[in-house]
Structures are given as structure tokens and as C-alpha cells.
């Protein structure tokens, strides 16, 4: 059974860094893309980052130059490293692969 559990949200003001991790249980971590999606309160939910297994990454118009997505296949591990945090950088946000999702971290950006 695979399992997607998201770390590392939290509450950071505006122009701060989080780094939120997705470790993956199971094999399909390293036969798969990662991607990272985000839901901000009223609504739909909206892709971020995808990083391919060759490492081949593609950002959200809204968020490239200020995020970097990576892997560590070794540890299971994807990241998404968040720079130049804005409030509206505030949602939730999962990590994804196939039919599969995490449970989500919160990210607040306030002052």
C-alpha cells in the first residue's frame, strides 16, 4: 500500500523560507513523477511543482523563481524548497503521485 505523508508547513512571515518534505512508503516512489499541488481556502485545488524520475522539474507560473522541487530516491523523499513566501502562498499543500495523495501541511504566510 502506498502512503504520502507531508512535513514541514508551518507559519513563516512574508519574504520567509519553509522546505516541506513528502516521504513515500512503498515501491512507487521510485517508478514515478512527484508532484506538489496546493488549496487555498475557497479554492480549487492547483498543481505547484512536478519533478519527473529523471529529475526533469516544471513549476506553476506563480511560483517559478521562488520554488525548487527535488528528490531523494535513496530516502523515498520528495522536497519542495520555498523561497520569497507571499501571503498568497498560504494553502495547504499535498504531495501527489498516480491515484495517490498525502494528508496535507498547512502554509501560512502572515506577518
Known amino acids: 500500500q502506498v502512503q504520502l505523508v507531508e512535513s514541514g508547513g508551518g507559519l513563516v512571515q512574508p519574504g520567509g523560507s519553509l522546505r516541506l518534505s513528502c516521504a513515500a512508503s512503498g515501491s512507487i516512489f521510485s517508478t514515478s513523477y512527484m508532484d506538489w499541488y496546493r488549496q487555498a481556502p475557497g479554492k480549487q485545488r492547483e498543481f505547484v511543482a512536478r519533478?519527473?524520475?529523471?529529475?526533469?522539474?516544471g513549476y506553476a507560473d506563480s511560483v517559478k523563481g521562488r520554488f525548487t522541487i527535488s528528490r531523494d530516491n535513496a530516502k523515498n523523499t520528495a522536497y519542495l524548497q520555498m523561497n520569497n513566501l507571499k501571503p498568497e502562498d498560504t494553502a495547504v499543500y499535498y504531495c501527489?503521485?498516480?491515484?495517490?495523495w498525502g494528508q496535507g501541511t498547512q502554509v501560512t504566510v502572515s506577518s
Open positions: 501527489h503521485t498516480y491515484m495517490y
Open positions: 519533478i519527473t524520475l529523471g529529475g526533469n522539474t
